[in-house]
């Protein structure tokens, strides 16, 4: 695999099927119904395993760019 789009291909050949739909287009329809103007870029990590690896990576580099970081510890607080 030497590129992205390489990948990405694979990716959506081997995972895509009825069983599991890749990609945010149902998640669309309900962003758009709570009507959120986020006032700084966010981040969604979802999915069975690997989150708190993710969002460590991207703590990370966001603060090593000199970007200041929170983490939601509480979605019913944060």
Known sequence: MSDLATWL???YTIRS???IEMG???IRPV???MNVKPTCPVFLV???NGKGSVCAYIDTILRS???KTKNCVDV???
């Open 9 to 11: 291909d694979r990716i």
């Open 17 to 19: 099927g009825p069983e």
């Open 24 to 26: 945010l287009e149902r």
């Open 31 to 33: 962003f758009d119904a």
């Open 46 to 48: 979802g999915g069975t």
């Open 65 to 67: 760019a000199g970007y």
């Open 76 to 78: 019913r607080t944060d």
